[in-house]
């Protein structure tokens, strides 16, 4: 899903589900795990800086969270069951679209993407490993 959604959307570089304690749920990328992982804790850094400001100023929950850089955008988005997408887009990508094809990602799998997955998917790990 998560794949198909940095591909499908034109000025996406990476794309990551991450837990709200920065598990990673899904990559785009599966082969470059190392990066994940680093995008992973980014993600999870922002959505932790963005969570204590809203406590902090009443702002209510994380909506997206979007950083300009030189070189590209960062967009971070609730997907929903305390999970983000973090985006990795282009310079030149049109950041209303894909703010908005984000929106459309969370309404469509937020509920499949969640923390229970991760338990899941750990107990699946763990049965396999333990069977041998």
Request: a negative charge; proline letters at 2%; hydrophobic letters at 50%.
């Given at each position: 899903?998560?794949?198909?959604?940095?591909?499908?959307?034109?000025?996406?570089?990476?794309?990551?589900?991450?837990?709200?304690?920065?598990?990673?749920?899904?990559?785009?990328?599966?082969?470059?795990?190392?990066?994940?992982?680093?995008?992973?804790a980014i993600v999870s850094g922002i959505t932790s800086l963005a969570a204590g400001a809203a406590g902090n100023y009443g702002?209510?929950?994380?909506?997206?969270?979007?950083?300009?850089?030189?070189?590209?955008?960062?967009?971070?988005?609730?997907?929903?069951?305390?999970?983000?997408?973090?985006?990795?887009?282009?310079?030149?990508?049109?950041?209303?679209?894909?703010?908005?094809?984000?929106?459309?990602?969370?309404?469509?799998?937020?509920?499949?993407?969640?923390?229970?997955?991760?338990?899941?998917?750990?107990?699946?790990?763990?049965?396999?490993?333990?069977?041998?």
């Amino acid at each position: 899903m998560v794949s198909r959604f940095a591909a499908e959307t034109a000025g996406v570089v990476d794309a990551i589900a991450v837990s709200s304690d920065g598990l990673l749920i899904a990559v785009s990328r599966p082969g470059d795990q190392a990066d994940s992982e680093r995008l992973a804790a980014i993600v999870s850094g922002i959505t932790s800086l963005a969570a204590g400001a809203a406590g902090n100023y009443g702002l209510g929950a994380l909506n997206k969270v979007i950083i300009d850089m030189a070189g590209g955008h960062l967009l971070v988005s609730s997907i929903g069951s305390g999970s983000v997408l973090g985006v990795v887009a282009s310079k030149d990508a049109k950041l209303g679209n894909v703010a908005y094809e984000m929106t459309l990602f969370a309404n469509r799998v937020g509920a499949i993407l969640s923390p229970a997955l991760i338990v899941e998917l750990k107990n699946t790990v763990g049965a396999s490993g333990a069977t041998g």
